[in-house]
């Protein structure tokens, strides 16, 4: 495991801004409010050539109870409980502050190594502050500037002993773990086994790549409490409150075999309602995570049923070519089970006629219900938009169609359905080279998208059909 940081201390020292800086992208939100941070978040770092963890954690606060500001603190304690080096960030130009003082007490009692880190140095307003912070005990101060990459170069000197201890112990258990595995292959070679170093399937490297499973919907509709049953720990905060989720957390986890990466994400709601900046930043940090995932679980309340937001939000990732899962929660509190399941498939029937056949998996995140079946559909969704179809079949299946239902005449004459090619997956993207593009109809075309999906059985996931003149040796 690579050595691993977090970064911990009272809300808005810049906590955020330093994990941004050290994994070299926006990863975390970042604004002047303060507790913006909720959940910690966890991305690959590094500095200077050294390579390590980064945890951003929530703002701590004196909150024992079951509040918002304590949800965030038990948060805390459970990153540090995963993290080998703890960084107490201050804010070097307001001065050392009590809160301050009791949290460095409460990390001097942990079993974990500490080093105090005085952010917003790029002025002499700060250097006041960064001398001030010495009585907290935590050794010398390294002062930094976060938002400019000022003083980076002494945080550099405090991580690599560590960076590197942690690297060679990874390297010596690399190494007795790779005899073991020699070892093992040998016996069974010389028991008889066919097994051989060029057994391994064609797709090998990117089976080896987590699929990227994003969790979206409207708020309070069990986004983060689904989260937390999959992973089976309590990952990312849950409560009654709306809205509680801010940033995207990333969960790297495996199912049957497989590895994922699981990202819950704010909930989205009609645009028209977002009226503070902090929610138009998690809604943009929700829609860029639906662009980067390959499969997204759309949680809808099986008790509000389908409503005009779940459609939009349906809508857009069709738009975006992701594949989708439908995740019908809270169905244990459901009576008239029939009637909801039918209007489910309706709406999308009558809203959504471009993605037939969506999977749509009852579950119950709170009780664990069904969540097995839920991410087998994820992983059959997503071989469908990893299909691929070969240009001889396509080509056969085309002149039948074209036998059976011709594209209606031009000017009296042909529009022949001349070739056709699958020219990518994810989504299946198939070119259709035609003799008029410009009169071809989008009815015929439709006619042969669904044909397209009955024939090759690729349901669920968007079908993207592009349509192109052939040229005319003679024009010239």
């Not at 080096?85 to 009791?102: E, K, S």
């Not at 009169?439 to 397209?452: G, S």
Request: with cysteine; net charge negative.
């Amino acid at each position: 495991m690579p050595f691993t940081v977090a970064i911990i201390g009272r809300p808005n020292v810049g906590k955020s801004t330093l994990f941004n800086r050290l994994v070299g992208k926006k990863l975390a939100l970042v604004h002047d409010t303060p507790g913006l941070t909720r959940d910690w978040r966890e991305a690959d770092g590094s500095l200077m050539g050294l390579r390590f963890k980064v945890i951003d954690t929530a703002g701590l606060e004196e909150s024992f109870d079951a509040s918002i500001p304590g949800r965030m603190r038990r948060q805390t304690e459970r990153a540090l409980a995963r993290a080998d080096m703890a960084l107490l960030v201050i804010d070097a130009r307001a001065g050392i502050t009590p809160m301050d003082r009791h949290f460095a007490d409460w990390l001097r009692k942990q079993k974990i190594p500490s080093a105090l880190i005085a952010n917003k140095c790029e002025s002499k307003v700060g250097i006041s502050g960064m001398y001030e912070a010495y009585e907290l005990g935590l050794g010398e101060p390294i002062a930094i500037s976060a938002e400019h990459g000022q003083g980076l170069d002494e945080l550099y000197t405090l991580l690599q002993p560590h960076v590197d201890k942690a690297d060679a112990a990874d390297a010596l258990a690399g190494e007795g773990e790779e005899r073991e595995n020699l070892e093992k292959y040998f016996e069974v070679y010389q028991e008889g086994s066919e097994i051989g170093f060029g057994d391994q399937p064609e797709n090998e490297d990117d089976k080896n790549n987590p699929v990227k499973v994003a969790i979206v919907g409207r708020p309070n509709v069990g986004k983060s409490t689904l989260l937390n049953a999959l992973v089976g720990e309590e990952r990312s905060m849950t409560g009654p409150e709306a809205g509680i989720t801010r940033d995207a957390v990333h969960v790297d986890w495996e199912f049957a075999g497989r590895k994922l990466r699981l990202v819950d994400t704010a909930g989205l709601r009609r645009k028209a309602r977002i009226v503070n900046e902090i929610e138009k930043m998690s809604a943009d940090d929700t829609l860029r995570a639906i662009r980067l995932a390959q499969v997204v679980i759309m949680v809808i309340d099986a008790e509000q049923m389908f409503e005009k937001q779940d459609l939009i939000i349906a809508q857009h990732i069709v738009d975006e070519g992701r594949a989708m899962v439908i995740a019908v929660n809270k169905w244990d509190t459901v009576k008239n089970r029939d009637e909801v399941m039918d209007e489910i498939k309706h709406q999308l029937e009558t809203n959504m006629p471009q993605v037939n056949d969506v999977h749509a998996v009852t579950i119950s995140a709170l009780n664990g219900v069904r969540l097995d079946r839920l991410l087998q559909s994820v992983l059959d969704t997503y071989d469908l938009w990893n299909k691929r179809i070969s240009t001889g079949k396509l080509n056969r299946w085309l002149h039948a169609m074209e036998e059976q239902h011709p594209a209606p005449l031009v000017q009296g004459r042909q529009n022949r359905l001349r070739y056709m090619t699958q020219i990518k997956a994810r989504p299946p993207t198939f070119a259709l080279w035609v003799g008029r593009a410009a009169d071809y109809p989008e009815t015929h075309k439709r006619y042969l998208i669904n044909n397209l999906r009955r024939d090759f059985d690729i349901p669920a996931t968007p079908i993207r059909f592009i349509v192109r003149s052939s040229k005319n040796p003679y024009v010239d």
